[in-house]
DNA sequence: TCGCCGTGTTAG
DNA sequence: CATCGCTAACACGGCGA
């Protein structure tokens, strides 16, 4: 059995996105403030993996006897809290409730933590209950659960009832009339509505935040203290202040020279781009190189190959310590600098024996590693060694190769390497790795090791176990051994949202739990591909083929670390030189293309003004808009237009704007074949006339909308902020920016109306909220009014008089022939109230809120629609404890108490259409299983305790044989017997009786060596609890307790 | 049903 | 002083033709 390696990291950008959401995160400082003091250095020393901690929280503290305070509560935090998540996760699972990571509409949570809430939240939590996280330590100080409406976040007031808040209005009434004293209901506070962050959500959040940030703040360069700053000052205020250090500034996106500078430094960006240099590289010198395919011994199955995967060893820390050979012994990592918020790129083995890994922030490496070293980069000395270890490789004579990234790289050797005889491929693949890994020495002095399988995804795996400096190959028979002991972050294309949601919601841990998964429920949780891919890879299956390259389809440029503006045009400048940028790297690719995204990171709405790392993004939440263009380009003209267009639609205050990127797709070559382009642009001098006419289509329908629907939007005046001229107060109007480069020759081709429009606008000076547009210059932008219409689609608006330029323009200066007639746009968005002042997302979308950040764990999560949520009460209606219900919102209890009646009417009719395995094979309804020919309860704990007993005292664990006939033997009673209770008294019955003779171990010094045998007893109950929740979750019951 | 859009996930 | 959180591919759900 090879070593087992530490599962690979979270996704670092995760980690570091969310520092205060995730619950493992590289600076791991919710344990350090811990008042369970065992808890953080049980579980750090232990390296128990998080999404497992449910169990092992419990485990834990089986001991402690716990009152069952939140049982049958679900429980899910959002935000910055204090206590922090996983605090509250640990409190809640212990206090017997259940913790979800997720707000997916598949898991029925019943709170939601939170200090704040943001408006749009609060609309979107509306039927939920969310309360302070004060309700969490006073239940458990006051030892029972106490009401949650006492410790709500949205007060209801009249301001909120407007605002479709109906159950929670129900909810209201029902508990004052519950409620001894419900004049006692807390303070009145102000609406969040009005005012999203009032100072007392503030000061709570940054009280949590500031156990993060405060490092970092005490060195900012903050003229103003840093407190006044954040409370008080608009996010461009505060960055004006920032920025008002030019050494900060510098630093910025505000820097003409940034670009250029920043991707010098980013590895992220060099990791990128090298890999895509190499993908062309190895396209070509595949087809050019070797017609060896035909090579393949003629008795070689068709399916068969033998694959390698060749990685250099921590390769960034492997470059640094070659210079530098007296830190061969040390742990060293490399990253800019060895400040705590900078990344660590890569660390030697020596470092990752403390623990650190690749992407963690060094604060955490270095907690983890006092002694660290923190080396420079080096890029061109990465170049320099990869190309020499591809040399190496492309001289093998492989019948096939791929560059998976700058270190990297697949090899099919089957020709190589293949013989009938599996000792013979082991003998000869083993010899040609070495051969590989001491060549690539000689010419770099850095190791490179080698995985050897019998597809990518075993060669890929086989280098864990290689590392370091090694060769290993996986073996066909251990083939099995092997994947079953992996977790399931190891598979490729598996990370921690996945892994996560696998863990939660089917307690599916190891690869190996996956096997008792049938496929079609794995494709139930993860998606029908993401099944498929499981289902395949826990069997060792892979069909991928090496150097299967598909044709690159998009090209993008994106900045998320120094973006900080003070103003529009310093947005639209640096879109400039991102769309210069993007428009260099479509030319070098000679490629062109038709619809380019804009993608834009905006602070995430409880974030801080400024995040951990210096001039990085924080948490953000991430929204795109693309566009369509009339015909391909890669002129940074249009791009940067096109992305001007497109911010303007997003809304997005320019102060908090922390990322931006531009990404062209549906490309096509620049120099086609039939030379498209250049024929049209010859052949057609300006603007045809049926363009015009498509021109007025788009004003008929502008009219249209004007005329359509006339409700007023009261919301509007509110949200947007301030400075509407007195021209204009009177009026309903919008705005939009308009390129004054429009040229009057363009300008001329526009129909009168718009013309006249545009003209006016030139003079007008109005600007509805000086977030959107700080610092107008009259001469750069101009601002267009739409006169006296209070409820048109602002997605029109913003986006018509804008677009009719822009492909006039387009039209006049490339004589395009094929006009788009835009017809009418899809309606992205929905035509919801705040889509004045934010950007928008589905209203009722639960998607959007805090925690839909970077990276965030979870997949789609919109709330239930109508259907849905039917299904959804069906899974958990089952199971929600009376308590819980009669506080539960009234149309959410009803429909759970419609719920029991139809299941109960229905259950083994539903059961049987449901479930059409179980139903070939069962006759009766509900059959009677028998064990060992038994099947009454008592008679198998007979069974059972004699099987404990014998075990123990052999000093042998469970049989795995016996233990896979019990787990399914539970698994039919729970589906076919329909006899859940049996099945989880057993567990639970199985459970005690180990834990007793845990205990009597104690006691009797005999006992002690049967601590081995106890654990495996231990492990065996875990799998059965899993085989039995998963299978009562086929029935819709979740979260069975077994304790 | 298909394709498009916006969003999420993953790897290095 | 800090710090350099990129990029391409795929997957998925919702929606409209
Ligand atoms: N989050 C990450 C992951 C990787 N890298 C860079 C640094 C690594 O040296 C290089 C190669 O990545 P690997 O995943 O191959 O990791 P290492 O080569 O460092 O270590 P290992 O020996 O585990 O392959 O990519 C990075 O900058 N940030």
Not at 292 to 311: E, M, N
Not at 725 to 749: C, G, I
Not at 778 to 806: A, G, H, N, R, Y
């Amino acid at each position: 059995m090879p070593p087992r390696h530490p599962p690979p990291l979270a996704n670092p950008k995760f980690a570091a996105a969310l520092a205060n959401h995730t619950f493992d995160n590289e600076d791991g400082a919710e344990y350090a403030g811990s008042e369970f003091g065992g808890f953080g250095e049980y579980f750090r020393n232990k390296k128990i993996k998080l999404q497992n901690l449910d169990a092992h929280i419990r485990e834990f503290d089986s001991g402690s006897e716990r009152p069952p305070i939140f049982k049958g509560c679900i429980v899910h935090v959002n935000g910055y809290t204090k206590p922090s998540i996983g605090e509250i996760h640990k409190l809640v699972v212990i206090y017997g409730g259940v913790f979800s990571q997720y707000m997916d509409g598949k898991t029925a949570v019943t709170h939601i933590i939170a200090s704040s809430l943001t408006p749009k939240k609060m609309v979107e939590f509306s039927r939920y209950r969310i309360v302070k996280p004060e309700w969490i330590t006073k239940s458990i100080e006051a030892g029972k659960l106490l009401p949650w409406h006492d410790f709500r976040v949205i007060q209801p007031t009249e301001s909120q009832t407007l605002l479709t808040i109906a159950p929670v209005v129900n909810q209201q009434e029902n508990e004052h009339t519950k409620r001894s004293n419900p004049s006692s209901v807390v303070s009145p506070v102000k609406s969040p509505l009005a005012k999203p962050h009032t100072p007392a959500t503030d000061s709570a959040s940054r009280t949590q935040q500031n156990t993060f940030d405060t490092p970092a703040r005490k060195s900012s360069p903050l003229i103003m203290p840093p407190k006044l700053s954040e409370k008080f000052s608009s996010p461009e205020e505060h960055n004006a202040v920032l920025l008002a250090n030019p050494n900060t500034r510098n630093s910025t996106v505000l820097n003409p020279e940034f670009l250029k500078t920043y991707y010098g430094q980013s590895r992220l960006h060099h990791l990128s781009t090298w890999k895509a240099n190499l993908k062309l590289k190895f396209q070509s010198q595949i087809s050019s190189s070797s017609p060896s395919a035909s090579k393949r011994p003629l008795d070689c199955p068709a399916d068969t190959r033998v694959i390698f995967h060749v990685d250099f060893d921590c390769f960034f820390a492997s470059i640094a310590v070659r210079s530098r050979p007296q830190y061969a012994d040390e742990p060293v990592c490399v990253g800019h600098g060895g400040n705590q918020n900078s990344e660590v790129a890569s660390c030697n083995y020596v470092a990752r024996e403390f623990g650190v890994r690749n992407g963690m922030w060094m604060r955490r490496a270095k907690e983890l590693c006092p002694d660290l070293i923190s080396l420079p980069y080096e890029f061109d000395a990465y170049e320099e060694a990869s190309s020499h270890m591809f040399n190496v490789l492309i001289g093998l004579g492989a019948d096939k190769i791929e560059a998976v990234s700058i270190d990297e790289a697949l090899l099919d050797v089957t020709s190589l390497c293949w013989s009938p005889n599996d000792d013979d491929i082991q003998t000869k693949s083993l010899g040609l790795a070495k051969s590989i890994r001491n060549r690539v020495f000689e010419l770099t002095q850095c190791h490179v090791s080698v995985g050897i399988g019998g597809n990518i995804l075993q060669s890929k795996l086989a280098t864990k176990w290689a590392k370091p400096a090694g060769q290993y190959r996986v073996r066909p028979n251990e083939i099995a051994q092997l994947m079953k002991g992996l977790q399931v972050e190891d598979l490729p294309g598996i990370g921690y949202s996945i892994g996560a949601q696998l863990n939660e919601r089917f307690h599916i841990d190891k690869v190996g739990d996956i096997l008792t998964v049938p496929k079609s429920k794995l494709q139930s949780i993860v998606g029908g591909k993401t099944g498929d891919k499981l289902y395949s890879y826990a069997r060792g299956e892979d069909f991928r083929e090496v150097g299967e390259i598909a044709i690159r389809k998009s090209v993008s440029a994106e900045v998320n670390w120094g973006v900080r503006f003070e103003a529009k045009e310093q947005v639209d400048t640096f879109l400039g030189s991102l769309a210069g940028e993007l428009s260099n790297r479509l030319t070098n690719l000679a490629v062109i293309g038709t619809n380019l995204t804009l993608k834009v990171y905006k602070r995430a709405e409880n974030a801080p003004l400024e995040p951990t790392k210096y001039l990085g993004c924080g948490e953000c939440d991430a929204f795109s808009r693309s566009y369509t263009t009339a015909s391909p380009t890669s002129d940074p003209r249009d791009i940067s237009r096109i992305a001007i267009s497109l911010l303007c639609k997003l809304q997005i205050p320019v102060g908090d704007i922390r990322g931006l990127g531009l990404q062209m797709t549906k490309l096509v070559s620049a120099h086609g074949e039939d030379g498209k382009q250049v024929t049209l642009f010859q052949a057609n001098g300006g603007p045809k006339k049926r363009d015009i006419e498509v021109v007025k289509g788009k004003l008929e329908n502008l009219e249209a909308e004007y005329s359509k629907d006339n409700d007023p939007v009261s919301e509007i005046k509110s949200t947007m902020q301030q400075t509407i001229t007195s021209k204009l107060a009177t009026k309903q109007a919008t705005q939009y920016f308009v390129p004054t480069q429009v040229s009057e020759e363009v300008l001329r081709e526009l129909p009168e109306v718009i013309q006249k429009k545009i003209s006016e606008s030139r003079h007008s000076k109005c600007s509805l909220d000086h977030n959107f547009m700080p610092k107008l210059k009259e001469d750069s932008q101009v601002t267009f009014e739409i006169p006296s219409q209070s409820s048109i689609d602002p997605d029109v608006l913003s986006e018509l008089p804008v677009e009719i330029v822009k492909e006039l323009e387009e039209q006049y200066r490339e004589g395009t022939v094929t006009f788009r007639s835009p017809g009418k746009r899809r309606g992205i968005q929905e035509p919801n109230k705040w889509k004045f002042s934010r950007p928008t997302k589905k209203a009722n979308s639960s998607k959007s809120w805090s925690l839909n950040t970077i990276g965030r764990p979870g997949t789609d999560s919109k709330l239930p629609s109508h259907e849905k949520s039917n299904l959804d009460s069906r899974t958990w209606a089952l199971n929600v404890d009376e308590d819980i219900l009669r506080e539960l919102p009234e149309d959410i209890r009803n429909e759970i108490l419609e719920e029991r009646k139809r299941h109960l009417l229905n259950s083994p009719a539903e059961k049987q259409n449901e479930e059409s395995e179980a139903s070939t094979t069962i006759q009766l309804q509900h059959p009677i299983l028998t064990f060992q020919g038994k099947n009454q309860i008592d008679d198998l704990r007979d069974i059972l305790q004699t099987w404990l007993s014998a075990s123990v005292a052999e000093m042998q664990g469970p049989h795995m044989d016996d233990v896979h006939l019990l787990e399914k033997y539970l698994s039919r009673v729970v589906t076919e017997e329909k006899n859940l209770n049996k099945a989880v008294e057993l567990v639970k019955w199985m459970n005690f009786q180990v834990e007793n003779v845990l205990r009597e171990r104690e006691l009797d010094d005999n006992l002690e060596r049967s601590e081995e045998v106890l654990f495996e007893w231990l492990d065996t109950i875990d799998g059965l609890q899993k085989a039995v929740s998963i299978e009562a979750e086929t029935r819709g019951l979740y979260n069975i307790q077994f304790r």
